[in-house]
């Protein structure tokens, strides 16, 4: 059976999990993302609030799209980097996800059409077009969504890129939507500094530090540094307290490892950082995202609360 097939090859070449869908409407996860834009809740991400048909229905994305292929790849790191006041997202420790899961995907897609010939209309896709991510890796079986709103696999934590084939060929479906199997616990929403996580399911991302460091550009003069603990790019707390993620484990992609200049940056050398060292640590890294001049306004922001330890 091709879906079967499909599944073993993802394996050999690296992914560690994969699934295949019927590309359908998500008319349930829509109307969740809908009262969310509702609420305003998105912040300066107009992004999510364009071309939403599309974002809700891969037919309308990618004419003739019949099935959806949905991989996951660890990027849990195996060793924390070594400054103690100012933290990275485990995600950004490597080179820019964007291009390494894209390579792999279109290795999977070689393999496909070795099999099946020449596909017109196949689309690769990792976190740049309007497409649910998380919804389609819920769809074809590969985790659930957590009360801290990320995808978790039952068995390997949260950790994950998510990135998707649309194929205009139909193929058997390979696994069913998990529900939430997150229970009584609240750690998440118990240790977010900044009650972002307002309630289970739910997040302001106003008031995220990942958004806040990362997708804002405006002053942070209004919030409290002492509340990011020491993030200033991203934020890990609400997966690092996660009891699904006691299954992580280190990542063995060459791309994902930090180089040894990022691994010997210590607090001095952050606050020392200039555009030719940030150039140089961060050049295929998705912390150009933030660019230089974000992640220096939220290293300066972290300091005052150094600062204001000292003076009190």
Known sequence: MLSQWILQEAEQIGFDACGIAQATA???????????????????????????????????????TRSVVTVLFNYYPTQPLSGKQYKIAKYAYGADYHEVLKRKLRQLLECIEARTGPLKGVRVFVDSAPVLDRAW??????????K???LIHPKKGSFFFIGHLFLP?????????????????TKCLDACPTGA?????????RKCI??????????????????????????????????????????SEPDFQPTQQLLEMQDEDWLALD??????????????????????????F???ESRNCKSS
């Open 169 to 185: 060929i139909a193929l058997d479906e390979t696994g069913t939507s998990l529900s939430n199997r997150c229970g009584r616990c």
């Open 137 to 146: 890796a819920v769809r074809c079986g590969l985790g659930f969504i957590g």
């Open 197 to 205: 996580l307002e309630a289970p399911f739910h997040i302001d991302a």
């Open 275 to 300: 555009k030719d060292r940030f150039d140089t640590l961060f050049k295929h890294s998705a912390v150009q995202r933030a660019g230089f001049e974000g992640l220096k306004r939220n290293i300066n």
């Open 26 to 64: 998500l008319e349930e996860e829509s109307a969740h993302v809908e009262q969310w834009l509702e609420a305003e809740r998105e912040g300066e991400m107009s992004y999510l609030t364009r071309n939403k048909e599309k974002r809700y229905d891969p037919r309308l994305l990618v004419e003739g």
């Open 148 to 150: 801290n709103t990320t």
């Open 210 to 251: 990942s958004y806040l460091t990362i997708e804002y550009k405006g002053s942070l003069a209004g919030h409290d540094p002492k509340l990011f603990k020491g993030w200033m790019y991203g934020c890990d707390i609400c997966q690092d307290v996660c009891p699904y993620n006691r299954f992580s484990l280190p990542n």
């Open 302 to 304: 972290i300091a005052k």
